[in-house]
């Protein structure tokens, strides 16, 4: 199971750490994505992280490069996303996600969901 926290309220131009917590997952072996969703709009993927010899890959898409990182601690079975200069249209309720092996921008390649957080971030 993934429970995804750390959502909230917050200004443009402040930051905020989301938390996935992950349990009855052994993270050496998964993936982990977050994906976003705003109101009225698709699912979209905002992060991926893996893990493969002993070294993260983390993947950024391009509207977060340079603002959010995303990191884990296999030994907490934790992965986090920090999102900084945040804009109104970061407003939207992340997920994280789960798969075994290597990581993906396709939500419908992830089985295992948390059940989002909100984050709003008002101008």
């Known amino acids: 199971q993934l429970q995804a926290s750390g959502g909230g309220l917050v200004q443009a131009g402040g930051s905020q750490r989301l938390s996935c917590a992950a349990s009855g997952l052994a993270l050496d072996y998964y993936a982990i994505a977050w994906f976003r969703q705003a109101t009225g709009k698709d699912r979209e993927p905002v992060a991926t992280i893996s893990w493969n010899n002993g070294r993260d890959y983390p993947y950024l898409v391009d509207s977060v490069k340079g603002r959010f990182t995303v990191s884990r601690a296999n030994a907490e079975n934790m992965v986090y996303l920090q999102m900084n200069s945040l804009k109104s249209d970061d407003t939207a309720v992340y997920y994280c996600?789960?798969?075994?092996?290597?990581?993906?921008?396709?939500?419908?390649?992830?089985?295992?969901w948390g059940q989002g957080t909100q984050v709003t971030v008002s101008s």
């Open positions: 996600a789960a798969r075994r092996g290597s990581s993906t921008l396709y939500r419908r390649t992830y089985p295992y």
